[in-house]
């Protein structure tokens, strides 16, 4: 269903996310300053509209389009990373 299949990729993302905050944390510290935080500060409004058009369209989907949806993005997130990781 839409639910279990939100409930799978939804904590995927975060992980991947918290992960990566972390380990450039631990490779990076000197990228975490005051400048880090007023950038995230600064993005957070701008990124607000995109993630509630993303909760409206969540609701307006069917079934079958929003697994074609999110495991399409999940698939040229990893295609894209593969790439960057040959070159």
Same mark, same amino acid.
């Given at each position: 269903?839409?639910?279990?299949?939100?409930?799978?990729?939804?904590?995927?993302?975060?992980?991947?996310?918290?992960?990566?905050?972390?380990?450039?944390?631990?490779?990076?510290?000197?990228?975490? +300053? %005051? &400048?880090?935080?007023?950038?995230? #500060?600064?993005?957070?409004?701008?990124?607000?509209? +995109?993630?509630?058009?993303?909760?409206?369209?969540?609701? =307006?989907?069917?079934? &079958?389009?929003? =697994? &074609?949806? #999110?495991? +399409?993005? *999940?698939?040229? +997130?990893?295609? #894209? *990373?593969?790439? &960057? %990781?040959?070159?």
């Amino acid at each position: 269903s839409k639910a279990a299949n939100r409930a799978l990729v939804q904590p995927f993302i975060i992980f991947m996310q918290i992960a990566y905050l972390i380990n450039n944390s631990i490779q990076n510290p000197q990228n975490f +300053g %005051a &400048r880090f935080w007023l950038m995230l #500060a600064l993005t957070i409004p701008v990124v607000l509209p +995109g993630t509630l058009t993303g909760v409206w369209l969540y609701h =307006k989907l069917s079934e &079958r389009d929003f =697994k &074609r949806a #999110a495991y +399409g993005l *999940l698939g040229l +997130g990893a295609l #894209a *990373l593969v790439i &960057r %990781a040959m070159l």
